[in-house]
């Protein structure tokens, strides 16, 4: 495995054009999340206290969900990605827009291979305070 930066992490703004198409997708279809299913035994969410949703961007049932979109998502944010690692990246993995509630906690985990890069992106947050992310660094220590 290999370190693209000193931190093992980097925060940026999504380039504006990647942010308006999910968001655009985010304010059509909000409403149509529907609950994640998680294995039995998965600890990733506390979801049997606080059951995620989801909004697949691949649903095509959704309106401008699709393949196409996913295309879209993809090849605008590939650039970005790909001056981060310099590496020349290959499609993987876009899930869609992961809605949290109140109460939720994403376990501390590491992306598996061959997830080498990845990226997350806040579409929309209705929070009383900043929901924490915390990232472990390559030095061992918590930044949120």
Known sequence: MRNYTTMGFTKIRAPEHVFELIKTFWDINKDSAEPEKWRRGN???????????????????????GTILKSHIWNAARSTIENWTGQ???E????GIRIYPEGAVLASHVDRLPLVASAII???????????????????????
Do not use: F
């Open 43 to 65: 600890i990733y969410t506390n979801h049997w206290e606080a059951p995620s949703k989801m909004l697949s961007v691949e649903d095509q049932n959704l309106e401008g969900g």
């Open 88 to 90: 020349r990246l290959a």
């Open 92 to 95: 993987c993995s876009l899930y």
């Open 122 to 144: 806040n579409v929309d947050q209705d929070v009383d305070e900043p929901w924490p992310l915390e990232v472990i660094g390559h030095d061992g220590k918590a930044y949120n």
